[in-house]
C-alpha cells in the first residue's frame, strides 16, 4: 500500500513538472515513478490510508491560506526590524511544545515555522521543538509555544494526525 500511495504521488508530481499529455513523457513517468516507489516505498508514508481521505485535503486547503497570512505578516514585522534605526531585535532560542503526534506533522511544523521569517526551527526533540526567534517575547515554554506553535498546530493535526 505504501509503494502505491508513493507512486500515485510521484506520478503527478511528473505529471505537474512536465505539464504534458505525450504518450512518451507519460511511460517515462510511469516508469520512473515505479523505480521510486519501490526504491523508497518503505520509508514514505507511514499510514497509506490517509492518504485516500478526502476531508485532510479540505483542511489542507485551509492552512494554505492561513500559512500565507501568518507568513505575510512575519515578512512585515522582519522588514520593520530591518528598516528601524535602531534594529529592534532580541534573537534566541526558545524551546516550544507541541501536541502533534506523528513525525511528519512535527516537520511540517517545523518547516512552516522555518518558512515564516522571523523564525527558524533548529531541532525537534520529541513534543519539543527549538525555535531560533528573532525577537524573543516570552522564555517560558507555554507562552513561547502558544506565541509561534498554536497559529499552525491545530490545522495540521487535522491534516497528519
Given at each position: 500500500m505504501?509503494?502505491i500511495?508513493?507512486?500515485i504521488?510521484a506520478?503527478?508530481l511528473w505529471?505537474?513538472l512536465?505539464?504534458?499529455?505525450?504518450?512518451?513523457?507519460?511511460?517515462?513517468?510511469v516508469?520512473v515513478?515505479i523505480f521510486?516507489?519501490l526504491?523508497f516505498?518503505?520509508?514514505f508514508?507511514?499510514e497509506?490510508r490517509?492518504?485516500f481521505?478526502?476531508?485532510r485535503y479540505?483542511?489542507?486547503?485551509?492552512y494554505i491560506?492561513?500559512?500565507?497570512?501568518?507568513?505575510l505578516?512575519?515578512?512585515?514585522?522582519v522588514a520593520y526590524?530591518v528598516?528601524h534605526?535602531?534594529?529592534?531585535?532580541?534573537p534566541?532560542?526558545?524551546k516550544v511544545?507541541?501536541g502533534?503526534?506523528?513525525?511528519?506533522?512535527?516537520t511540517?511544523?517545523?518547516?512552516?515555522?522555518?518558512?515564516?521569517?522571523?523564525t527558524?526551527?533548529?531541532?525537534i526533540?520529541?513534543q519539543?521543538?527549538?525555535?531560533h526567534?528573532i525577537?524573543v517575547?516570552?522564555t517560558?515554554?507555554?507562552e513561547?509555544?502558544?506565541?509561534?506553535?498554536?497559529?499552525f498546530?491545530p490545522l495540521l493535526a487535522?491534516?497528519?494526525?
Amino acid at each position: 500500500m505504501r509503494r502505491i500511495v508513493l507512486f500515485i504521488i510521484a506520478f503527478i508530481l511528473w505529471l505537474l513538472l512536465t505539464w504534458t499529455l505525450n504518450w512518451q513523457h507519460l511511460l517515462v513517468g510511469v516508469i520512473v515513478a515505479i523505480f521510486v516507489a519501490l526504491l523508497f516505498g518503505n520509508m514514505f508514508v507511514e499510514e497509506p490510508r490517509k492518504f485516500f481521505q478526502i476531508k485532510r485535503y479540505f483542511w489542507f486547503l485551509v492552512y494554505i491560506p492561513l500559512f500565507l497570512w501568518e507568513c505575510l505578516k512575519a515578512n512585515f514585522d522582519v522588514a520593520y526590524r530591518v528598516l528601524h534605526p535602531k534594529m529592534p531585535i532580541k534573537p534566541g532560542i526558545v524551546k516550544v511544545k507541541t501536541g502533534l503526534k506523528s513525525e511528519v506533522a512535527r516537520t511540517m511544523l517545523a518547516n512552516s515555522i522555518t518558512m515564516t521569517p522571523g523564525t527558524l526551527s533548529v531541532d525537534i526533540d520529541g513534543q519539543y521543538l527549538y525555535i531560533h526567534w528573532i525577537y524573543v517575547r516570552a522564555t517560558e515554554v507555554e507562552e513561547a509555544s502558544r506565541m509561534i506553535v498554536s497559529k499552525f498546530e491545530p490545522l495540521l493535526a487535522r491534516i497528519f494526525d
